[in-house]
């Protein structure tokens, strides 16, 4: 990549996922048409054997890019990735193909975690696009059965900033309430919106984005939103093994004790972690941190703190299989003081056994889906 690529604004990408017939074509079209969404790409990834769902998304051909899995194997997210790079290809080659902003629409039956480990780990990718926020579109007739029978669904809306429930004109009023119930069980921090038709402001979806958040600490107290977690009903989940919970930690973290615990939650727990934030107080400075599954996002600095005179670490989960007292034993990693010197030839008994120690926090519960994906932050 040349430098001035390398300089270049990134490109934002809007994921917009859900189950089957849910309303997602119908959102991208009515987004498509607003000017913020005016010159937007399109990358659509369809299922079975005849592809269809892309003739009726309203975009110009030149800016589409059609991604027909065909099965549901593990390849759809690298074929996303490459339709990513073609387009920008393209652009660079005709300035007429030009676009400022990438809906990407997933197939209901795709879990939406690799495109975004794509967007946000790729070394080809992320230099070129942003991840700025995960839509989930929840049908407002069938979404409760889709809770209920579907678990693409439940992770779907897990991962997703805003839940924009479908359809609305034609569900009872009581059953739309239901099923809000149940999704904000399943992702009490994500923003709901009701819809007909698609009809949606591009306002509401693009000042709610989750995936990029600027170092600004009134907008990480709003992205963080520990206080709904805190009020969760979690007998009202679709699925009886995902937790949601918000937990503190009182006293500073060491900048290696976040690497490391970081890296092993998501190396040893990842497979059930569907989302954590965190604002976290990372040796007397804030630090807002997230992952999904085995991705972790690098740690943003914030310019203050969110609530003034409170610097207590507030990290919220969205688990399946995990529970709060799994998370609070790791804890314990959060005052790691080893790994500083860039050359250490040196291993202190005393540091290795706490080290060891560590490890086995995040191996003690037999519940805890396992997980061999390691990832690497550095510390700086």
Same mark, same amino acid.
């Given at each position: ?64 890019? *059609? ?13 996303? !990735?490459?339709? &990513? ?13 030009? @676009? ?17 480990? $794509?967007? &946000? ?8 696009? +942003? ?12 979404? !409760? ?65 989750? @995936? ?20 969760? *009903? ?28 970081? $890296?092993?939650?998501?190396? @040893? ?12 107080? *990372? +040796? ?16 943003? *600095? ?28 790791? @804890?314990?990693?959060?005052?790691? +003081? ?39 932050? +550095?510390?700086?």
């Amino acid at each position: 990549m040349s430098a001035v690529e390398a300089q270049a604004p990134r490109v934002p990408v809007m994921l917009v996922t859900g189950f089957l017939g849910s309303g997602k074509t119908t959102l991208v079209n009515r987004l498509l048409k607003t000017r913020a969404f005016a010159r937007a790409a399109v990358v659509v990834n369809e299922y079975g054997e005849v592809s269809i769902d892309h003739v009726l998304v309203e975009a110009p051909r030149y800016r589409m890019r *059609v991604v027909d899995g065909g099965c549901l194997c593990g390849y759809v997210h690298e074929e996303i !990735a490459a339709s &990513l790079l073609d387009l920008h290809l393209k652009r660079d080659r005709d300035p007429a193909i030009d @676009f400022d902003f990438v809906l990407i629409e997933m197939s209901g039956l795709a879990d939406p975690v690799p495109v975004i480990q $794509n967007l &946000l780990t790729d070394r080809h990718i992320t230099p070129l696009y +942003e991840l700025k926020t995960v839509i989930a579109v929840a049908d407002g007739v069938h979404g !409760a059965e889709h809770l209920a029978r579907h678990p693409e669904s439940v992770k779907q809306a897990a991962v997703a900033d805003t839940i924009v429930i479908s359809k609305t004109d034609l569900a009872d009023g009581a059953a739309l309430d239901a099923l809000a119930s149940r999704l904000s069980a399943i992702n009490p921090g994500a923003r709901q919106l009701r819809v007909a038709h698609g009809d949606v402001q591009a306002a509401e979806i693009i000042d709610h984005a989750g @995936f990029s958040l600027a170092a600004r600490s009134k907008a990480a107290r709003g992205w963080l939103n520990d206080r709904c977690y805190a009020a969760t *009903v979690p007998a009202a989940s679709a699925d009886p093994s995902i937790s949601t919970f918000a937990l503190s930690y009182d006293e500073e973290i060491t900048l290696p004790g976040l690497v490391l615990w970081m $890296n092993l939650l998501a190396g @040893f727990r990842g497979a059930g972690l569907l989302r954590v934030k965190g604002i976290v107080n *990372v +040796e007397g400075k804030p630090y807002a941190v997230q992952a999904v599954q085995t991705i972790v996002s690098e740690p943003v *600095v914030l310019e203050a703190w969110p609530e003034g005179d409170d610097r207590r670490s507030r990290l919220v989960f969205i688990t399946r299989g995990i529970d709060a007292a799994d998370i609070r034993r790791t @804890f314990a990693a959060f005052r790691f +003081e080893g790994g500083r010197a860039k050359r250490n030839m040196t291993i202190n008994p005393a540091t290795y056994a706490r080290f060891r120690d560590t490890i086995a926090l995040f191996r003690s519960s037999p519940r805890a889906p396992s997980n061999d994906m390691t990832i690497e932050l +550095e510390i700086r």
